[in-house]
């Protein structure tokens, strides 16, 4: 037997998912659930389709799939459409249901039925089929959820299906046979139920499954007010009571009106946690005898009015159906003659209506049997107990059955293991077992952790006298700092001092260097004077000599005049005078030059000497000059130092600044960790207290 795909009807959002187990818990037959990785996903092919785990979720994990986005891009591409309503739509827009039609003829679509008069053709033909085929049990199908669940895991159920299409296929291929105008339009099912998406597929009929809750969010988004729209009447003739279809029992009371009587052979039940357990046991009640003629069931508490794709899963049953009740009067009323022969003219109204829209065998309907898509197989009592164990599940009193895994069962979770949709670590069971073993760990590690916190507070205590000590010592460095401070500034003060007082000698030493200049350079004309004095007076001393030379002649030449005169006697005594005046000129010139003779020499001796005294003046005088101008090289090289240590001190004595504060929030931290100290001290404590309470908490719960 091959498997068949199922059309996704619910997706997961595993983002979203916590694996919190409520969907499996919800789902009726939990093994479309697949738990063993970080979401619960579903298997598509197991899934019936219900909505259940939608519900259930209130992490928003699980979301409706429907053909509404492809529904309105094709109204968008002007395409031909009929739209088709479920008789649910009267309970989600109890005042503009009529209004709603208005509102997609605007859009584009063409016409509007009402599902309701289906249901009216779908009455006739389980009617028709019990009266010819006399059946044991008729099971209604109009949930495709329960048709699904019946093709998966009750295919023996199968034949007791009536034989006939749901309210809305009834509807779509009546339109097909007997409105030719729209016989190749798109149909749009305007649906309270996502797994109708299922049933179009099955019969071929039927392009977008929209859902009512779909419409609303559409509305909501577009800010669409229907109360501006135009009421729009369907374009089928009107059902009777048949607009109950949507509401528990609507089936069942629609055919008292074809079979008065068959209420009293009908099984009316609802509602997941009915209805599966009831189907699982129907068979048995057949092959008993004890079974009902007629199943009138759905998968929704509360009908299809509360189905998965409306938005009025939280509203009460009275406020869902009284709409439906009254719209069921107004319908009643249509058909009803002014006489008392009501029933009898009642059933002859709508049924002279129905006979023109009814042909046998065309609503025939057939169903698959996918039991195929059931892969689940059952452990050996070997594998069971394998499972049990890797669960930790050792003894009778292990298994309690308490439904934390979603499954109801410790059996069904087993299954689920067994099958690779869960693994054992989800078992509840399993989890108490690794806490109980992590507590006692805890346990152990308590007592030694109230071992270590002892010696904790030993230590602590230790650390606390250390950072007290500490915290003096700090404070004692402290103040040396702001002595330490003081003096580094008092010396940065005195050197910026001496460093002015540097500058100015400097200035004066610069002007000794200048002034030493000068007086080498005077030294030096003194000298050049000095050696041309005595070149002058060399030249002197010469023309001294010569003066002296000239005087000797001078002399010698008087002495010969004196002697010429003397022989020429009387004639020559003036001659003589003359020449004895010249004789006492030359000794005269001869005594001045040898005067000015030896004057030069003493005069030449000092000069000789004042040369020499210059000479070795000039080199004193250069020595000083080389030692004044090293001494000023010296001083500007102490300038600099004294000017590198002015700033280098004020540098210190920013930093001693720095460091008082360091050394006074060094003093504040010391005083907060002292604090601190206490404080860990005192949580210790209280640790240690903790300690001794949970280890006494661990070792009551372990006995």
Same mark, same amino acid.
């Given at each position: 037997?091959?498997?068949s795909?199922l059309?996704?009807v619910?997706k997961v959002?595993e983002?979203?998912?916590?694996n919190?187990?409520?969907?499996?818990?919800?789902?009726?037959?939990?093994?479309?659930?697949?738990?063993?990785?970080?979401a619960v996903?579903?298997?598509?092919d197991?899934?019936i389709?219900?909505?259940?785990?939608?519900?259930?979720?209130?992490?928003g994990?699980?979301l409706?799939?429907d053909?509404a986005?492809a529904?309105?891009?094709?109204?968008?591409?002007?395409?031909?459409?009929?739209?088709?309503a479920a008789p649910?739509?009267?309970?989600?827009?109890p005042?503009?249901?009529?209004?709603?039609?208005?509102?997609?003829?605007?859009?584009g679509?063409d016409?509007?039925?009402?599902?309701?008069?289906?249901a009216?053709?779908?009455v006739?033909?389980?009617?028709?089929?019990?009266?010819?085929?006399?059946?044991?049990?008729?099971?209604?199908?109009p949930?495709?959820?329960l048709?699904?669940?019946?093709e998966i895991y009750?295919?023996?159920?199968?034949?007791y299906?009536a034989?006939?299409d749901s309210p809305?296929a009834?509807t779509m291929k009546?339109i097909r046979?007997?409105?030719?105008?729209f016989?190749?339009?798109?149909?749009?099912?305007?649906?309270?139920c996502l797994?109708?998406?299922?049933e179009f597929d099955?019969?071929?009929?039927?392009?977008?499954?929209?859902?009512?809750?779909?419409?609303?969010?559409?509305?909501k988004e577009?800010?669409?007010?229907l109360?501006g729209y135009p009421?729009?009447d369907?374009?089928n003739?009107?059902?009777e009571?048949?607009?109950?279809?949507s509401s528990?029992?609507?089936l069942?009371?629609?055919?008292?009106?074809e079979?008065?009587g068959i209420?009293?052979r009908t099984?009316?039940i609802e509602?997941?946690h009915?209805?599966?357990p009831y189907l699982?046991r129907l068979?048995?009640s057949v092959a008993?005898g004890?079974n009902?003629l007629?199943v009138?069931?759905?998968n929704?508490?509360?009908?299809?009015?509360?189905?998965?794709g409306?938005l009025?899963?939280?509203k009460s049953?009275?406020?869902?159906?009284h709409?439906i009740?009254?719209?069921?009067a107004d319908?009643?009323?249509?058909?009803r003659?002014r006489?008392?022969?009501?029933s009898?003219?009642?059933?002859?109204?709508?049924?002279?209506?129905?006979?023109?829209?009814w042909?046998?065998?065309?609503?025939?309907?057939?169903?698959r049997?996918?039991?195929?898509n059931?892969k689940?197989?059952?452990?050996t009592?070997?594998?069971?107990?394998?499972?049990?164990?890797?669960?930790?599940?050792?003894e009778?009193?292990?298994f309690?059955n308490?439904g934390s895994c979603?499954?109801?069962?410790c059996?069904g979770?087993?299954?689920a293991?067994f099958n690779?949709?869960?693994?054992?670590?989800?078992c509840?069971h399993?989890i108490?077992?690794?806490?109980?073993e =992590?507590q #006692?760990r805890?346990g &152990?590690f308590? /007592?030694?952790?109230n071992d270590? %916190?002892?010696g904790? $507070?030993?230590? *602590?205590?230790k650390?606390?006298g250390?950072?007290?000590?500490?915290?003096?010592?700090?404070?004692?460095?402290?103040?040396?700092?702001e002595?330490?401070?003081?003096?580094?500034?008092?010396?940065?003060?005195s050197i910026?001092?001496?460093?002015?007082?540097s500058q100015?000698?400097r200035?004066?030493?610069?002007s000794?260097?200048e002034?030493?200049s000068?007086?080498?350079e005077s030294?030096?004309?003194?000298?050049?004077a000095?050696?041309a004095?005595?070149k002058?007076?060399?030249?002197?001393a010469?023309?001294?000599?010569?003066?002296?030379?000239?005087?000797?002649?001078?002399?010698l030449l008087s002495?010969?005049?004196?002697i010429e005169?003397a022989?020429?006697?009387d004639a020559?005594?003036?001659?003589?005078?003359v020449?004895? =005046?010249? #004789?006492?000129?030359? &000794?005269a010139t /001869?005594?001045?030059?040898?005067s %000015?003779s030896?004057? $030069?020499k003493g *005069?030449i001796?000092g000069?000789?000497?004042?040369?020499?005294?210059?000479?070795?003046?000039?080199?004193?005088?250069?020595s000083?000059a080389?030692e004044?101008?090293?001494?000023?090289?010296?001083?500007s090289?102490?300038?600099?130092?004294f000017?590198?240590?002015?700033?280098g001190?004020?540098q210190?004595?920013?930093?001693?600044?720095d460091l008082?504060?360091?050394s006074?929030?060094v003093?504040?931290?010391?005083?907060?960790?002292?604090?601190?100290?206490?404080t860990l001290?005192?949580a210790?404590?209280?640790l240690?207290?903790?300690?001794?309470?949970?280890?006494e908490?661990?070792?009551?719960r372990?006995?």
């Open positions: 037997m091959k498997t795909s059309a996704p619910i959002d983002e979203k998912c916590v919190c187990f409520a969907c499996i818990e919800a789902c009726p037959v939990k093994y479309c659930m697949n738990a063993r990785g970080d996903v579903i298997n598509h197991l899934c389709g219900c909505g259940s785990c939608i519900e259930a979720c209130t992490h994990a699980r409706r799939v053909d986005e529904f309105f891009e094709a109204l968008r591409r002007k395409e031909k459409i009929v739209a088709i649910a739509v009267v309970s989600s827009y005042d503009s249901y009529l209004r709603l039609n208005g509102y997609l003829k605007s859009l679509v016409a509007v039925f009402d599902v309701s008069f289906g009216e053709l779908t006739k033909s389980y009617v028709n089929h019990i009266r010819e085929n006399e059946p044991k049990l008729v099971i209604a199908q949930c495709p959820a048709v699904s669940y019946m009750r295919p023996e159920l199968l034949p299906l034989p006939a809305m009834h009546m046979e007997y409105y030719p105008a016989r190749n339009h798109l149909f749009a099912v305007l649906s309270p797994a109708k998406r299922r099955d019969i071929g009929i039927g392009d977008f499954n929209v859902t009512l809750a779909s419409i609303d969010a559409h509305l577009k800010k669409i007010n109360a009421e729009q369907f374009a003739p009107p059902a009571r048949a607009v109950l279809f528990p029992g609507g069942m009371r629609t055919a008292e009106r079979a008065p209420v009293l099984r009316k509602g997941p009915s209805i599966y699982d068979a048995d008993k004890i009902p007629l009138d069931c759905l929704c508490e509360k009908g299809c009015n509360g189905g998965p409306t009025n899963q939280d049953p009275d406020e869902l159906e709409p009740e009254t719209r069921r319908m009643m009323a249509r058909y003659p006489s008392r022969f009501f009898f003219f009642s059933r002859a109204g709508i049924g002279k209506v129905l006979s023109r829209y042909r046998k065998d065309l609503y025939a309907r057939r169903y049997n996918l039991a195929a059931n689940l197989k059952t452990p009592q070997d594998e069971a107990r394998r499972i049990h164990e890797s669960m930790r599940k050792f009778e009193r292990h309690y308490c979603g499954y109801g069962s059996d979770m087993t299954l293991v690779g949709l869960n693994k054992a670590e989800n509840h399993f108490l077992d690794i806490l109980g =992590e #006692r805890i &152990d308590n /007592r030694s952790l270590q %916190i002892e904790a $507070l030993s230590f *602590i205590e650390i606390s250390l950072v007290e000590d500490l915290n003096a010592r700090i404070g004692n460095q402290s103040a040396s700092i002595e330490s401070s003081a003096a580094i500034e008092e010396m940065v003060a910026g001092s001496t460093s002015q007082v100015k000698k200035e004066s030493i610069q000794l260097v002034n030493t000068r007086g080498q030294m030096e004309e003194t000298i050049r000095v050696q004095i005595a002058s007076v060399d030249a002197i010469d023309t001294i000599e010569l003066i002296e030379g000239v005087a000797s002649n001078t002399n002495m010969n005049a004196a005169a022989h020429a006697g020559g005594k003036g001659f003589a005078v020449a004895d =005046e010249i #004789r006492r000129l030359s &000794d /001869r005594d001045n030059s040898r %000015i030896q004057t $030069l *005069i001796e000069i000789t000497v004042t040369t020499r005294r210059s000479t070795e003046t000039d080199a004193m005088i250069r000083i080389a004044v101008g090293g001494f000023a090289d010296t001083m090289e102490l300038i600099g130092t000017s590198e240590l002015s700033s001190g004020t210190i004595t920013t930093a001693l600044v008082k504060t360091l006074m929030e003093k504040d931290a010391y005083g907060d960790l002292q604090d601190m100290a206490r001290r005192s210790m404590t209280d240690a207290r903790s300690s001794v309470k949970n280890l908490l661990v070792s009551s372990s006995g």
